[in-house]
């Protein structure tokens, strides 16, 4: 596992931020740099599972670790999602976190995602895109 790491600055409180990262229409919307159509289901709850579907149906789920409002967030990824059903993985301890940090022109979001050699690609080539889609998210919107 490697952990790669990402982040900006947003010119936003940290509760608007988090509202974004983590409310449904806007979830929608920034996580589609990944996959055009991503949602989840479930609710944020620490231990809860949360599923994360494309369109078809397929993705993966996770556990919830940590859920500090306004200020992290970390799940730990089980398995994949394959017409709907679960597909357990040994993935190890791949999670997913994300550190809101307030400043004094808004709020620095850090992700950190620990990946197998196998997706480090993807969110390479993802992630940046996704942050800049929050950034822009937690700006503009009223």
């Known amino acids: 596992m490697e952990t790669l790491e990402y982040q900006i600055e947003i010119n936003a409180e940290p509760e608007k931020v988090w509202t974004v990262l983590w409310s449904d229409i806007s979830y929608r919307q920034w996580t589609s740099a990944f996959t055009e159509g991503s949602f ?3 609710t944020w709850e620490e231990d809860s599972i949360m599923k994360f579907f494309d369109p078809e149906n397929n993705g ?3 556990r919830v670790l940590k859920n500090d409002p306004n200020k992290e967030m970390i ?3 089980l398995g994949e999602i394959f017409d709907g059903i679960e597909a357990p993985q040994d993935w190890g301890d791949a999670t997913e976190s994300y550190l809101l940090e307030e400043t004094e022109d808004g709020t620095k979001l850090t992700a950190k995602i ?3 050699e196998e997706f480090k690609g ?4 993802k992630f940046p895109n996704a942050l800049q889609n929050v950034k822009h998210l937690s700006e503009n919107q009223l």
């Open 40 to 42: 989840y289901v479930g």
């Open 60 to 62: 993966m789920y996770s």
């Open 75 to 77: 799940f730990l990824h």
């Open 114 to 116: 620990k990946s197998s």
């Open 122 to 125: 993807f969110f390479e080539d």
